[in-house]
């Protein structure tokens, strides 16, 4: 398997899906999952819930596992919505990582669907999904989405700029420095014609230093894959580059938090405090 560290990550948050889909409660089912996790799925998931849950001593960790099950479910909710209530044609998925969208869930016929990433992921996803078939118009977009050249590499795999869209940051912006955010940002936004949709989630600056995140901080660290940025106004970080964007906490909200977020959510950006968000907005 040919996954660098950030990849492996996908692994992760397919094993959550996986562990997720067996819950009676689930907030979602995810039949692809456990077969995307392989086999070092579920070892990185049983790090991190060392970590936020240790064996001796008290939780201090304040972001659990049902952190990405909400994630998952409000996406669905989202991109499923801005295709059938919206004139969206098209979706992109930046990056696919270990996502089964295009397989679980049900699309108008209208939509292409795109799944940006690097070919190693897009080669390893393939294999594990065997003989599996996508419920709508598939297109996968072998590319570094932080190269020089994806936005070609989009453009030749049938994606229309002039067309609405819909477009999926996913478990990335964590990863990436904020170089590298602002240009993938810019760059996306020039691809989007106007009305066109983002999603995205994104920690605060605040939570790469708040010294109860230590335990999982280290946890990524370890793996090679440390959190490089975070934004403690991701709604102004957005507007820098076109995109009009509304910025909520896990929990909060009638939908984010679907009865499971048992933690305390922040009511103010007070500097200082540790905070997740997902983000929802619209190219302006």
């Known amino acids: ?18 562990r997720e889909t067996g819950r009676a409660d689930r907030l979602f ?8 996790a392989g086999e070092l799925g579920p070892d990185l998931l049983a790090e991190v819930l060392a970590a936020t849950f240790p064996p001796s001593g008290k939780r201090t960790v ?19 919505r801005a295709v059938t209530t919206e004139p969206i044609s098209q979706v992109v998925l930046a990056p696919a990582g270990m996502d089964s969208r295009a397989y679980r869930l049900r699309w108008p016929e209208r939509v292409r669907y795109f799944e ?11 294999s594990r999904l065997g003989g599996a078939q996508p419920q709508v118009d598939h297109r ?11 936005e070609d590499d989009l453009l030749a795999a049938g994606y229309d700029p ?19 955010t602002h240009r993938l940002l810019d760059r996306a936004a020039a691809v989007m014609t106007p009305g066109s949709q983002v999603a995205a989630d994104i920690p605060s600056a605040a939570c790469l230093t708040d010294p109860r995140m230590r335990p999982l901080l ?3 660290a370890r793996w090679g894959c440390p959190f490089r940025f975070g934004s403690d106004d991701p709604e102004a970080l957005f507007r820098e580059h076109g995109l009009t964007v509304r910025a909520i ?27 997740l968000f997902y983000v929802h907005g619209h190219r302006h």
Not at 1 to 18: F, K, N, S
Not at 29 to 36: G, N, Q
């Open 62 to 80: 304040p972001i659990t596992p049902d952190y990405n099950s909400i994630r998952t479910r409000l996406f669905d909710d989202l991109l499923q």
């Open 1 to 18: 398997m040919d996954l660098g560290a950030v990849e492996r990550t996908a692994l992760l948050t397919a094993a959550l899906r996986a």
């Open 218 to 220: 280290d946890v990524f």
């Open 140 to 150: 996968l977009v072998p590319t570094d989405l932080v190269g020089d050249a994806w």
């Open 116 to 126: 940006v990433d690097r070919p190693a992921v897009l080669d390893y996803k393939r």
């Open 249 to 275: 906490h896990p929990g909060a909200g009638e939908t984010a938090g679907y009865r499971r977020w048992a933690d305390p959510v922040p009511t103010s950006p007070r500097d200082g405090v540790h905070r």
């Open 29 to 36: 089912a995810d039949p692809y999952a456990a077969a995307l």
């Open 162 to 180: 002039a067309l609405p869209s819909t477009w999926l940051f996913e478990g990335l912006l964590y990863y990436i420095p904020g170089n590298d």
